[in-house]
């Protein structure tokens, strides 16, 4: 009996420290990274179906250099991913010739199938990559999705949003990518 309570009690702390960790606070923040001035991590990783017709089966991030990119971490999960969506599609289709959009799907094991299916939802027609191991968000340093790194033509990390763009941060963020 004592070892159910035990476990019960672990429990609700644990729960109720995840609770504060969701609620405290606005979603997005600023949180410093060690990638700002420093090269955007190179990956090759396999697209989801739709882009592999013009890009081949993986999109490498080496091959693409000398453009500025907007690199969005997501997962089919989340929320937050759920919302900001719409205004990365919109802000692609603006500036989509200026600027490389890239989506990648992580910290989502096993769950490329229902990726494919929000790319679909969302008409996201940007590269989108499923980081299968989620060894991408390691090496971006990653806390959480989503994420949104924005990278100048000389591929260096200028920004780091975490939490879900607005259209307001995405305009202002692509705008110092594209003077």
């Not at 882009?51 to 080496?62: K, M, R, Y």
């Not at 799907?105 to 229902?114: F, K, N």
């Not at 941060?169 to 110092?176: P, W």
């Amino acid at each position: 009996m004592t070892r159910w309570l035990f476990i019960v009690a672990v429990t609700g702390v644990l729960s109720a420290l995840f609770l504060f960790g969701l609620l405290r606070g606005k979603p997005d923040r600023e949180i410093a990274s060690n990638l700002i001035g420093k090269h955007a991590p190179d990956f090759t990783l396999p697209l989801h179906k739709g882009f592999a017709e013009n890009l081949g089966e993986n999109f490498s991030l080496a091959e693409h250099k000398g453009q500025p990119m907007v690199i969005n971490f997501w997962a089919s999960w989340c929320p937050p991913c759920f919302q900001e969506a719409p205004a990365l599609a919109t802000a692609w289709r603006k500036y989509g010739t200026e600027v490389l959009f890239v989506g990648v799907q992580t910290q989502d094991p096993g769950r490329r199938d229902e990726g494919q299916k929000f790319v679909d939802q969302f008409a996201l027609g940007f590269p989108n990559v499923f980081d299968s191991q989620s060894s991408l968000s390691i090496d971006y340093g990653l806390f959480g999705v989503p994420e949104t790194f924005f990278v100048n033509s000389e591929g260096l990390v200028i920004y780091r949003h975490t939490g879900p763009l607005s259209k307001i941060t995405l305009d202002n963020q692509i705008g110092k990518l594209v003077r």
